[in-house]
């Protein structure tokens, strides 16, 4: 059987999109990583600047933001505008032929509305099983173009919806898991899953399952590294070759940072 081509799908965090030369990095290193691949971001800090300037409250329910109509006119102009087309510019200047989406965009990824239960979480945009046009997304890749998705939304009756980044990177790693041998990135602000937390040096370089379980229950990995691996460990039951979580700065190293598997 032929083997399957590689695609990277990488996720970075709001803190690189807002500093410059740290974006500059990123960004040169992405256009430089080799074969397929996609780009999601976030860019929550400079959205919640933006509406502070507006006089616009930001709303946050234990780290998630409640996404009300102004704020969501906020997100979408920061996300799918500002950042979106800043980090495409700069892989443009990098020569990466970068192509800035949000969901609603050629419908790449459609969502449907967090349904209210204890909290409101206004015009938040939760994933579906068939939430990724995998087959629309392929034709992109197909052209030799790379993806730069923000984490803006549709629901397929024109409404935009503020979309985790995290999750939807997870979605599009299990959708196109069938047609790319795929590798899911999570670059952030540490070196990877750190056995101490004030040791940036002390990172836990893989991680299978039986691992993860002895390390939680020592307590090593807590608090919120715990969803983010329990995201990666359903990627990897869905199909996903395997997910890394490692510093920005270190995406062109193929040994940096914390495999999973």
Same mark, same amino acid.
């Given at each position: 059987?032929?083997?399957?081509?590689?695609?990277?799908? *990488?996720k970075i965090g709001g803190n690189i999109v807002e500093q410059e030369e740290a974006l500059n990095r990123f960004t040169k290193s992405f256009a430089h990583l080799e074969g397929r691949k996609i780009l999601v971001?976030?860019?929550?800090?400079?959205?919640?600047?933006?509406?502070?300037?507006?006089?616009?409250?930001?709303?946050? *329910?234990?780290?998630?933001?409640?996404?009300?109509?102004? $704020?969501?006119?906020?997100?979408?102009?920061?996300?799918?505008?500002?950042? =979106?087309?800043?980090?495409?510019?700069?892989?443009?200047?990098?020569?990466?032929?970068?192509?800035?989406?949000?969901?609603?965009?050629?419908?790449?990824?459609?969502?449907?509305?967090?349904? *209210?239960?204890?909290?409101? #979480?206004?015009?938040?945009?939760?994933?579906?099983?068939?939430?990724?046009?995998?087959?629309?997304?392929?034709?992109?890749?197909?052209?030799?173009?790379?993806?730069?998705?923000?984490?803006? $939304?549709?629901?397929?009756?024109?409404?935009?919806?503020?979309? =985790?980044?995290?999750?939807?990177?997870?979605?599009?790693?299990?959708?196109?898991?069938?047609? #790319?041998?795929?590798?899911?990135? #999570?670059?952030?602000?540490?070196?990877?899953?750190?056995?101490?937390?004030?040791?940036?040096?002390?990172?836990? $370089?893989?991680?299978?399952?039986?691992? #993860?379980?002895?390390?939680?229950?020592?307590?090593?990995?807590?608090?919120?590294?715990?969803?983010?691996?329990? =995201?990666?460990?359903?990627?990897?039951?869905?199909?996903?070759?395997?997910?890394?979580i490692k510093h920005a700065d270190d995406l062109a190293d193929e040994h940096a940072g914390t495999t999973i598997f």
């Amino acid at each position: 059987m032929k083997d399957m081509e590689k695609l990277s799908i *990488v996720k970075i965090g709001g803190n690189i999109v807002e500093q410059e030369e740290a974006l500059n990095r990123f960004t040169k290193s992405f256009a430089h990583l080799e074969g397929r691949k996609i780009l999601v971001h976030g860019g929550g800090k400079i959205a919640s600047k933006l509406a502070g300037d507006l006089g616009i409250e930001a709303k946050m *329910v234990n780290g998630r933001r409640i996404t009300d109509l102004e $704020t969501l006119k906020v997100v979408t102009m920061v996300y799918a505008g500002l950042a =979106n087309k800043n980090i495409v510019a700069l892989l443009q200047a990098n020569h990466c032929d970068a192509i800035g989406l949000s969901g609603a965009d050629g419908d790449t990824i459609r969502t449907v509305k967090r349904p *209210v239960k204890t909290i409101d #979480y206004g015009f938040a945009g939760d994933m579906t099983p068939t939430s990724i046009h995998t087959k629309r997304i392929q034709s992109l890749l197909e052209l030799n173009l790379f993806p730069v998705f923000s984490a803006i $939304t549709h629901n397929g009756e024109g409404q935009l919806l503020n979309t =985790n980044a995290d999750t939807i990177a997870s979605a599009l790693a299990i959708g196109l898991a069938s047609s #790319y041998a795929v590798s899911l990135i #999570y670059c952030f602000e540490k070196k990877g899953v750190l056995s101490d937390i004030a040791d940036d040096h002390s990172v836990i $370089t893989e991680i299978d399952q039986t691992k #993860y379980t002895a390390l939680r229950e020592q307590g090593i990995i807590a608090d919120g590294m715990i969803p983010k691996l329990d =995201n990666a460990f359903d990627a990897i039951a869905q199909g996903v070759k395997k997910v890394i979580i490692k510093h920005a700065d270190d995406l062109a190293d193929e040994h940096a940072g914390t495999t999973i598997f």
